[in-house]
């Protein structure tokens, strides 16, 4: 392994402003060289857009292809609305070498945010590592960091992203479990959360040794990351993974 630039984004978009939600995302990708990954916030170019649910979905495919070109030697992570057969989805996308590299429906749908009264939820078994360019990475979204057992369907992973619309009255558990994750999974984990009013922000990268970077009041956060650290750990406090 060598070394690569994390990028965890955090911004503001509003579900009134598709278009001008993608020209921010454009702008602070291609604001980083191309040997980044980079996430971005859930939702981040129609947030959750109850209301008009078909508009939001066409919007994002047509994003999509927007931003495939935007990945050649960069690695992209966000989630979109997608309609298939008739129900709706909030669903993780991994982009790399222009394409869609790995897509996966959120599982665990936010109850308290009515998230469920809209949103169809995915299969576990769409919850697995995906290997890039010799680097493993996997995706959860958002409130799915909560739950145990799909933390265990990434454990070996290299790198964790965790696009989050994650509210500001649980930022210190935001923070507690993302740290915990990087430790537990020995990974860096790059988890991007909104940084509207009502929003935690607490986006950052997060080392397998523990250590963070966050900054609440930045657009994004970078990190020129040491992936030998993941070996390194991994051997220093050897629980089994590789």
């Not at 599982?107 to 290997?131: A, C, M, Q, W």
């Amino acid at each position: 392994m060598t070394s690569r630039k994390l990028v965890a984004l955090q911004f503001e978009y509003d579900e009134n402003d598709y278009k001008r939600n993608l020209e921010k995302l454009q702008d602070l990708i291609t604001s980083h060289s191309t040997d980044s990954i980079i996430v971005a916030p859930e939702l981040c170019l129609t947030n959750f857009s109850f209301d008009k649910l078909q508009e939001a979905h066409e919007f994002s495919q047509t994003a999509l292809d927007e931003l495939k070109l935007l990945t050649y030697g960069r690695v992209i992570a966000l989630s979109v609305i997608e309609k298939r057969d008739e129900h709706f989805y909030n669903t993780a996308k991994i982009i790399a070498d222009g394409k869609i590299v790995h897509s996966q429906d959120k599982v665990k749908l936010f109850r308290f945010g009515d998230e469920h009264k809209f949103y169809t939820p995915g299969s576990e078994e769409k919850v697995k590592i995906v290997e890039i360019n010799g680097l493993r990475f996997a995706i959860l979204i958002c409130f799915e960091i909560r739950f145990i057992e799909l933390w265990q369907k990434i454990q070996g992973a290299d790198i964790i992203m965790i696009p989050a619309l994650w509210g500001k009255l649980r930022k210190e558990q935001l923070e507690a479990i993302t740290r915990s994750m990087a430790i537990i999974n020995q990974a860096f984990v790059i988890l991007s959360n909104s940084s509207q009013d009502d929003m935690a922000s607490s986006s950052g990268i997060i080392s397998p040794f523990g250590d963070e970077l966050r900054y609440d009041h930045l657009e994004f956060i970078k990190l020129d990351a040491d992936l030998n650290e993941i070996k390194k750990m991994r051997r220093y406090m050897d629980i089994g993974l590789k």
